[in-house]
């Protein structure tokens, strides 16, 4: 039986930490309960805060100090105290010439008085390490020795537990690829800053063509370019500056004041690293990011108003172009003009047309060629229960799918005899010269991957990248099938069109290795249903 005042201490203690699952309460409590049941000269309690056995100082009470040096004892010592019930003594024996222990220590225990050493265990993980200092002649009464190990026990299982709530709540709030904050709690965060007046701004950073981008190289890569850029941004805020993974694309970032030239110098500072880290990368991709600032209350009166401003910031800058950084102003919406708001096909239907114009002068067939790939390509798509903005996406990759033939040589273009394997490579390049030349199409990026794609094979034998099977475009399966069956049945100067019946031959004989097997399928199904016709 304990004394009625140990009991007292060992009833407090548990009344007192098992209501908290905050781990410096819990520490507080335990060394507290540890001064009144021990009347040491001087506590240090270290926890395990990983799986390598590093164990750092959380609380220090009395005329002691612990180094650095010291916080990772070897897995012998840590066997020695289990191997004595979690309880070691210290003593002249145990401090000379011990094997378990470094010079440095052997003389940092003596240094300290270090009396005993108490092992803090989850069933037979050692989690903490309670050094106390005290006389060497001091003995433990039996009773002092139950009432520590119970004590030890139970703070065991109560740091246990604060940590397993603190690793879902902290799984809760954190994007599990960047290790940042997540977009739940970044509303947690402004609406708490806003409703406690303190001065913030609200940047919010969006990867240019992140989509495109992943079409291209894979979500492998994409998660890459994601990682890399939330690397850069926690490289350069501050310890009070907040970071949080807002979007799939889109990073924010909540720092202290609401001086938007501030906020934009940190903004630009991010953007330069995030594109210094980007040109150590093998992919060659041109990385711009848009930004949108915002802040409160100078600008933003509120949460939801902070918040919206800087989406609007973002929405607006995208407007003119990728790669801005715009700064929410009262009356940004109205500024806008009307042909800033015309749709992206609208922007840029002149330059589709005048581009085709050019492929016509230089060789007709091209143009009527791109006219009939976009014109079946569009009946399929819609078929497909396709979006309408994915049919338009469709639509003018097929009229732009062969723009890159501005820059073969005309005697390749018009030559009727079968080409040459090294005027073949030459052909082949039309790929690649029309995604140079789409990039410069405003709005016009997201055709890229279709066009890219088209001449890649279901097998993997096509070109340019050799993909296969699904990790081909969607949109580019779609126009393969529709760029071969106009290549079959149109008439060239050199040849007679081939027969529809004969085309669909061709179709049902590469299925599964040059074209996508569901979507040749449909395709020829609507041309029996009349819908694709020559």
């Given at each position: 039986?304990?004394?009625?005042?140990?009991?007292?201490?060992?009833?407090?203690?548990?009344?007192?930490?098992i209501?908290?699952?905050n781990?410096?309460?819990?520490?507080?409590?335990?060394?507290?309960?540890?001064?009144?049941?021990?009347?040491?000269?001087?506590?240090l309690?270290?926890?395990?805060?990983?799986t390598?056995?590093?164990?750092?100082?959380?609380?220090?009470?009395?005329?002691?100090?612990?180094?650095?040096?010291?916080?990772?004892?070897?897995?012998?010592?840590?066997?020695?105290?289990?191997h004595?019930?979690?309880?070691?003594v210290?003593?002249?024996?145990?401090?000379?010439?011990?094997?378990?222990?470094?010079?440095?220590?052997?003389?940092?225990?003596?240094?300290?008085?270090?009396?005993?050493?108490?092992?803090?265990r989850?069933?037979?993980?050692?989690?903490?390490?309670?050094?106390?200092?005290?006389?060497?002649?001091?003995?433990?009464?039996?009773?002092?020795?139950?009432?520590?190990?119970?004590?030890?026990?139970?703070?065991?299982?109560?740091?246990?537990?604060?940590?397993?709530?603190?690793?879902?709540y902290?799984?809760?709030?954190?994007?599990?690829?960047?290790?940042?904050?997540?977009?739940?709690?970044?509303?947690?965060?402004?609406?708490?800053?806003?409703?406690?007046?303190?001065?913030?701004?609200?940047?919010?950073?969006?990867i240019?063509?992140?989509?495109?981008?992943?079409?291209?190289?894979?979500?492998?890569?994409?998660?890459?370019?994601?990682?890399?850029?939330?690397?850069?941004?926690?490289?350069?805020?501050?310890?009070?500056?907040?970071?949080?993974?807002?979007?799939?694309?889109?990073?924010?970032?909540?720092?202290?004041?609401?001086?938007?030239?501030?906020?934009?110098?940190?903004?630009?500072?991010?953007?330069?690293?995030?594109?210094?880290?980007?040109?150590?990368?093998?992919?060659?991709?041109?990385?711009?990011?848009?930004?949108?600032?915002?802040?409160?209350?100078?600008?933003?009166?509120?949460?939801?108003?902070?918040?919206?401003?800087?989406?609007?910031?973002?929405?607006?800058?995208?407007?003119?172009?990728?790669?801005?950084?715009?700064?929410?102003?009262?009356?940004?919406?109205?500024?806008?003009?009307?042909s800033?708001l015309?749709?992206?096909?609208?922007r840029?239907?002149?330059?589709?047309?005048?581009?085709t114009?050019?492929?016509?002068?230089?060789?007709?067939?091209?143009?009527?060629?791109?006219?009939?790939?976009?014109?079946?390509?569009?009946?399929?798509?819609?078929?497909?229960?396709m979006?309408?903005?994915?049919?338009?996406?469709?639509?003018?990759?097929?009229?732009?799918?062969?723009?890159?033939?501005?820059?073969?040589?005309?005697?390749?273009?018009?030559?009727?005899?079968?080409?040459?394997?090294?005027?073949?490579?030459?052909?082949?390049?039309?790929?690649?010269?029309?995604?140079?030349?789409?990039?410069?199409?405003?709005?016009?990026?997201?055709?890229?991957?279709?066009?890219?794609?088209?001449?890649?094979?279901?097998?993997?034998?096509?070109?340019?990248?050799g993909?296969?099977?699904?990790?081909?475009?969607?949109?580019?399966?779609i126009?393969?099938?529709?760029?071969?069956?106009?290549?079959?049945?149109?008439?060239?100067?050199?040849?007679?069109?081939?027969?529809?019946?004969?085309?669909?031959?061709?179709?049902?004989?590469?299925s599964?290795?040059q074209?996508?097997?569901?979507?040749?399928?449909?395709?020829?199904?609507?041309?029996?249903?009349?819908?694709?016709?020559?």
């Amino acid at each position: 039986m304990l004394s009625e005042h140990k009991d007292t201490i060992l009833e407090n203690f548990l009344s007192s930490a098992i209501r908290t699952l905050n781990t410096d309460e819990i520490y507080n409590i335990l060394i507290d309960s540890l001064i009144l049941m021990l009347n040491p000269q001087g506590l240090l309690l270290t926890q395990n805060l990983n799986t390598r056995r590093s164990f750092y100082t959380v609380r220090r009470w009395g005329d002691i100090f612990f180094e650095k040096d010291y916080s990772v004892p070897s897995d012998a010592f840590l066997e020695e105290i289990l191997h004595q019930k979690g309880f070691l003594v210290t003593g002249s024996d145990f401090l000379t010439d011990n094997p378990l222990l470094t010079p440095r220590q052997s003389r940092w225990l003596a240094q300290q008085n270090i009396h005993a050493i108490k092992a803090i265990r989850y069933q037979q993980a050692v989690i903490g390490l309670l050094y106390i200092a005290d006389d060497a002649d001091r003995i433990y009464t039996e009773e002092e020795l139950v009432c520590l190990d119970r004590i030890c026990y139970y703070a065991a299982y109560l740091l246990r537990n604060a940590n397993l709530y603190y690793n879902a709540y902290h799984a809760s709030i954190t994007d599990s690829l960047t290790s940042l904050y997540n977009r739940k709690h970044a509303f947690e965060c402004i609406k708490d800053a806003c409703s406690t007046d303190t001065p913030i701004s609200l940047i919010l950073l969006d990867i240019d063509d992140f989509k495109l981008y992943n079409e291209l190289y894979g979500a492998t890569e994409g998660d890459n370019l994601i990682t890399l850029c939330a690397q850069a941004i926690l490289s350069k805020i501050s310890p009070s500056d907040l970071a949080f993974r807002y979007g799939t694309d889109v990073f924010m970032i909540l720092t202290q004041g609401d001086d938007p030239t501030s906020a934009g110098a940190l903004a630009n500072e991010i953007i330069h690293n995030i594109i210094s880290l980007r040109s150590k990368n093998d992919t060659v991709w041109d990385t711009s990011i848009t930004c949108g600032i915002s802040t409160f209350p100078s600008i933003s009166p509120d949460a939801k108003t902070l918040l919206h401003n800087a989406e609007q910031a973002i929405y607006y800058g995208k407007l003119g172009g990728k790669g801005h950084l715009t700064v929410y102003r009262t009356g940004l919406e109205t500024r806008s003009t009307d042909s800033n708001l015309r749709t992206a096909y609208e922007r840029v239907a002149p330059t589709i047309y005048a581009l085709t114009a050019a492929i016509d002068a230089k060789d007709s067939y091209t143009f009527i060629h791109s006219m009939n790939v976009s014109k079946y390509a569009v009946i399929l798509a819609r078929d497909l229960g396709m979006s309408e903005n994915d049919i338009e996406l469709v639509r003018d990759a097929g009229m732009l799918h062969d723009i890159g033939k501005i820059s073969i040589p005309e005697r390749i273009l018009q030559k009727t005899s079968q080409l040459t394997p090294e005027e073949y490579e030459i052909m082949k390049t039309h790929v690649e010269n029309s995604t140079k030349m789409i990039r410069y199409l405003p709005h016009m990026d997201y055709v890229i991957p279709a066009v890219l794609g088209h001449h890649e094979r279901y097998d993997g034998t096509g070109y340019p990248r050799g993909l296969a099977g699904e990790d081909i475009p969607y949109m580019a399966r779609i126009l393969t099938i529709a760029d071969c069956f106009d290549a079959m049945t149109a008439r060239r100067p050199y040849k007679k069109p081939l027969s529809v019946s004969y085309a669909i031959s061709e179709l049902k004989k590469n299925s599964g290795t040059q074209f996508d097997p569901e979507l040749v399928n449909v395709f020829i199904r609507l041309i029996n249903e009349g819908k694709i016709t020559v």
